[in-house]
Structures are given as structure tokens and as C-alpha cells.
């Protein structure tokens, strides 16, 4: 779907387009009651900031949605499809390194209760795997904070995806 569709394009319509990018209602509410937009730029501003912030129940099935950094995501829908591609510049891992990755993912659920978190596109293993350590050394409530940017780094790289740039 491209920008002029999506302005155009009926509620639910509009919405099954957005929830491959983010399947939080409020933001999808937000940026379908938006429309129309001007360009997609002004549609990726407003993907930035809309349903700001999340809740902690927001991101909590946000969260559920993502598999854990170095996992590739399972299945063929347009969600599991961008989140593969994300994750396909972390590239083939050494033992050492994917074995890092997965006890960095264990230790950091522990601590938190969910799933790390970070947009993996243009980031080498070993960058998340460094962002990964650092994260561990924070409090529940910074990590939220740092949850919801990411979630939106994630959400507004995939829109852009898909309004066709």
C-alpha cells in the first residue's frame, strides 16, 4: 500500500497495513484518525510520536510479537517477513558469538521479564551484543524508556518499508 492508498483506504484497511509496522491500537488509532497526509515523511513524524508513551501493557504485547535479537522470526506473514529481513544484516554468528548473543537474551529476561529489544537493522552482531551488555546495567525503568524508542525506531523503519520508499 502507498501513501495515497493508505489515505484513501478504508478504517480497517488502513489499520491491517499498520499492524505489521506496530500492533499497539492506540498508535494505529492515532495515525489512521491523522489522515490524510501530505507526504510520507509527515506520516513517518507522526509514527515517531503518536501514543507517546506507550504503556507498560503496550509494550508488554508489543514485546510478544518480536523474537529475540539473533533468532530469525517464523512463518510468512508480512510482520515475520520484515522482521527477517532486520535481522538479516546480523548475518551468519561464529559459536562464540551466538552462543554470547543467547546467554546476553537469558540474562537480559531475567533481569527484565521480556525480550531484548533493539532495532538490529544496520547493526552488526557485535554492536548489539555490546548495546545488550550495557542495557543490563539498567533499571527496569530506564529499559522501559529504551523499549518504547525502540519500538518506534522498529515501527517507523517499517513503515517507511511498506508506504513504498
Partial sequence: MDLEQFNAAGRAEAAGSLRPCLDIQRWIDEL???RPYASLNALLE?????????????????LARHPRIGEQAQ?????AGLSQSEQAGLGEAD????????DGNRVYEEKFGQVFLIRAAGRSR?????????????????????IGQQL????????ERLMGR
Fill in 75 to 79: 512463518g510468512s506473514s508480512t510482520e
Fill in 126 to 146: 557485535g554492536e548489539v551484543l555490546a548495546a545488550l551488555h550495557t542495557r543490563l546495567t539498567h533499571t527496569p525503568e530506564e529499559e522501559q524508556a529504551i
Fill in 46 to 62: 507522526a509514527g515517531r510520536s503518536a501514543a507517546d508513551p506507550f504503556t507498560p501493557a503496550e509494550i508488554e504485547a508489543a
Fill in 152 to 159: 518506534r525506531e522498529i515501527a517507523v523503519l517499517r513503515l
Fill in 32 to 34: 489512521i484518525d491523522a
Fill in 95 to 102: 559459536a562464540a558469538m551466538a552462543a554470547a548473543l543467547a
